[in-house]
């Protein structure tokens, strides 16, 4: 495993010994150690020619040699947009992660890669971090589809790429379409990891099935904000050539910067000779524009050291090999360098592997030389200078958008960044919270949902909406029935709504059934994407309380056969794992029910004391 310190080790003592660019049998000798390196070719033929023939092309690039856009334009573009309309292949609208894969991949920011992988790529990335082609790759670029997607397009062989507002941005001819082994791709890629982003994304998200096949560009996405800074490959390179840079240093800035962060840019590329272009990751996160205001509001970096711009790339948390792909992207962008973070990559075996894959592509690294601020000079001085300062890191920049900081020091955050990340992330008492019951028919939830309402009313303290599972039913979801997929629906449209209201700072309070699991926990990613926070109250009303109880005889029924799929009697409920709070009602007043989950809020900081 490349996680293995033991085998990397043996690994670098071989590529010490010869050139592995030069020299093929190095190169598997020390593969043959390495499970995840992104140097062991897919075939022998391979291990021969692709890996230097790859890394001559890239060097071989002048500045404005940028990767062909797959976009159509003039004829061929009209002809794409009347084979759609005449064909009629089905739809497929994108979400987040797979729009910003896709503009990477018809800019060429992804290039050697212009497709969604098929099976073969998949698989050789997965056991051998490069293409079958030869060239080394750390990550899947897959498109998932829906169980009811892959059986349209076992007829039309062709997939309609569209935006969440019916835009067509290309046509995906099928070349291959196989069933995804999640379980899988978690190991190789997120092996010890529990939180990842991209394991969230498998594990909830992604669909069953994934398509591989070649992309015909109609349109890049549509960007409303920061048009100015959203440059593809061809213009980056184009800007570089104009202000006359040979030597450019890649640094992909994802969360909010702070001043000791620019002294270290500073630093680093005063140190290396290189210019600086810093890249926004704004992917998948909904508040990157608050990044940029940031960004805009910190003083200026030396007069033409750098370049600021956004770039669409949607994270995967998978560590080193995130950084990998970053190498990619940037090379494919011009630069020449890519400048890391040594905390990110502290172990040898993660330095070790992005060191051999930068080299295969054609890329220099750069360590972040850090800096911190020394007091008694009033200057920021370099870490390992100073070991008697703590490191500044960007956990701190975390707790000021968290926690809601007053008191930032000027050295770490200008005040005017301080008082835009207060506006934006208020204390919690303030910001937008989903109350979301769940249980059994009779348990009690809409009665203590109804009563928490009057609590919120009472406060006065922000907008407040009850969602209630009949009162949905009958006017949201009017129409659906009780089968597994009608009731995930049902629980979806009541998330979106909530996480609607608690985008915009309210509190909505869910009573729903909401008898799986796994459609509760996309509830849960709904509300925080939208900023929002989240409760879970499982009220754990036995079914025998719940049965005895019978307020709308439903349970009558359910036991004489006169209710299909009724939840507890021939449905399964999905008891909650770790719900923020666990109730039992039984031998409890509402009034008592009501009070611990009032109590809850208070204590979390969701509702002023």
Known sequence: SVTSPSNLSRAARSLTSTCPHKNPAALDRANSKMSLSVLRPARAS???????????????????????????????????????VTKLYPDHVLNQRQECDLELLM?????????????????????????????????????????????????????????DE???????????????????????????????????????????????????????PVHYSHRALRKSPKQLRQEFTNLQWEKIAAYHSTTVMTCPEQQSLIHTAQQAGVNLSIQGEVGTDPDYYVRVKCFNQMPPFPRNMSTFSLLPLAGRGAGVRDHALRCVVGRNNGCTHYIYGPREIASGNKRLYLEMFAKEIGIDLLP?????????????VPVDKRQDLPPVTLD?????????????????????VVQTLQQRFPPPSRQGVCV???????????????????????????????LDGDVVRHNLSKGLGFSKSDRDLNILRIGFVASLIAKCGGAAICAPIAPYRSVRNRVRDMVHEAGG??????????????ERRDTKGLYAKAR???????????????????????????????????AAVWSFLKSKGYVAE
């Open 107 to 163: 800019t060429g920011a992804f290039s050697p890669l212009s497709t969604f992988m098929t099976k073969p790529q998949y698989d050789s990335v997965l056991k051998h971090g490069r293409l079958p082609e030869g060239p080394a790759w750390p990550l899947p670029v897959t498109l998932d589809v829906s169980n009811e997607t892959a059986e349209k397009l076992k007829k039309s062989k062709k997939l309609s790429l569209r935006d």
């Open 166 to 220: 019916g835009r067509l941005l290309g046509v995906l001819t099928a070349e291959d379409m196989w069933k995804v082994d999640k379980a899988a791709e978690m190991r190789h890629l997120y092996e010890g990891q529990t939180e990842a982003r991209g394991l969230d994304y498998l594990k909830h998200k992604s669909g069953d099935w994934c398509v591989g096949g070649h992309i015909q560009g109609a349109a890049l």
């Open 560 to 594: 004489q056969g006169k209710l299909k799929n009724f939840t507890g009697i021939d449905d399964p409920y999905e008891i909650p794992e770790t719900p923020e709070l666990r109730i039992n009602t039984e031998g409890k007043t509402v009034e008592d029910c009501t």
């Open 396 to 416: 701190v920049a975390r707790d000021v958008l968290h926690r809601n900081c007053a008191c930032v020091p000027d050295w770490f955050l200008p005040q005017r």
């Open 436 to 466: 979301f019951f769940t249980g059994l028919s009779g348990s009690g939830k809409s009665t203590i949902g109804n009563a928490l309402y009057q609590h919120f009313l009472e406060a006065a303290t922000r907008p407040v909406i009850m």
């Open 368 to 380: 972040l030389q850090e800096m911190t601020y020394a007091e008694k000079t009033g200057k920021y």
């Open 533 to 546: 926070m989240f409760v879970e109250v499982h009220i754990a009303t036995s079914l025998d309380e719940c």
């Open 46 to 84: 391979a291990a021969r020619v692709s890996a230097a023939c790859f890394r001559r092309a890239l060097a071989g690039r002048s500045v404005t040699a940028a990767p062909p856009s797959l976009v159509a334009v003039g004829d061929a573009l009209a002809a794409l947009k009347e084979e759609v």
